[in-house]
């Protein structure tokens, strides 16, 4: 499978959520609505772990990241990631980083292979 890299940096082909899509996978969609619930400090569901990927044109998104600004503005520069944008490593995706460093990791090699 071809890898998807969310606007973010996050790999969306090694999310749960899109895995448990991907294979209409009960069991992982539970456990990622428990272990999701906690982190966002929120009460989802099994039915709320439905997601194709940030790149998606199916519609189907999780709903974080169907309202998410970083890829909101990725969109409207109509750029696949981060990585393609002149005003990286802006404001907002540098206050991600300090969240999830690893997708300043994965971007960053876009940017050097682009
Ligand atoms: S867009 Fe979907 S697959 Fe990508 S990180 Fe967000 S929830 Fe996971
Ligand atoms: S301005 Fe920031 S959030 Fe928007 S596309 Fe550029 S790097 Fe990403």
Redesign the pocket.
Known sequence: MEKMIA?CGLICTECNAFLATLNNDAELRKKTAKEWSKMHKAALKPDDIFCDGCLTTTGRIFRYCKVCP?RK??RE?N?SN?AY?S????E??TEFFGFVPAAKKVLDEVRQNK
Do not use: G, S, T
């Open positions: 606007c970083i503005c990725c520069k750029i981060c944008c005003d990286y490593p802006c907002k995706i």
